[in-house]
């Protein structure tokens, strides 16, 4: 079976450990939501499975394809190369090129630039609004706008796998709704596999496969299926810590 993997991972930043012992499974296909509060570790841990933050005990591996790489022991340029796109907190876009040169950039290295011009085209027809304005500064564009061009500039690199991290900050709640239906969208008719970090967690958790429940860089709870029968008290006390 094709899915990432992390195994009792423990990381932090030199003498601080933000994450313990945290092990999760991402399995082709699926959607899967990581929430929980600010500074809980959300980012640390996406940033651990992308090569950013090296792990001091535990395993993060790709299981693809009948091979298994160690990602802890990948670059963050290979960990691109071998199909995994972030979409990270606060978008990072190049302010000062265009729509379509901020999806250009990203789409030349080795895994996209075969398919650049057809990756270009499906990006700019998935995204109306960024045909739109593709001849615009990506620093012009709305908060929506950038976060979808965040988004597209992911599906650039081909990728199989897809890591957001909290897509919906900073947007109106209609925008919320809008970027979160679009990753949706994305797992749905491309069939990406998807991890994502997100605050809105009643959003999320609506359109998730699955979802972990961060706190204090410990997952302390895990909901497996029929998320719609849970109860919004029960999700809002978990990632509180309540439940
Ligand atoms: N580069 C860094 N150096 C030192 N400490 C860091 C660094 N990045 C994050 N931290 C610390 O690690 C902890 C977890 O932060 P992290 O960014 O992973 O949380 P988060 O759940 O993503 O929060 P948010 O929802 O605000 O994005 C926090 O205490 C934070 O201060
Ligand atoms: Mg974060």
Redesign the pocket.
Known sequence: MNRLIVEGLEAG??A?T?LRDVSLEVAEGELVALV?M???????LLNTILGFVRPRAGRVVLEWDGASIDLAKTAPHDITNLGIASVP?GRRLVPNLTVEENLVLAGGGPRGRADLKANLASCLEMFPILQERRRQFASTLSGGEQQMLAIARALMTSPQVMVID?PSVGLAPIIVDQVIATIRQLQERRKLTILM?E?SFFQTIAVSSRAYVLAHGRIIRTFERDLDAVGADEIRNAIMGLG
């Open positions: 930043y030199g601080v933000v929980g600010n500074g809980n570790g959300k980012s640390t907190e909290e970090a605050q």
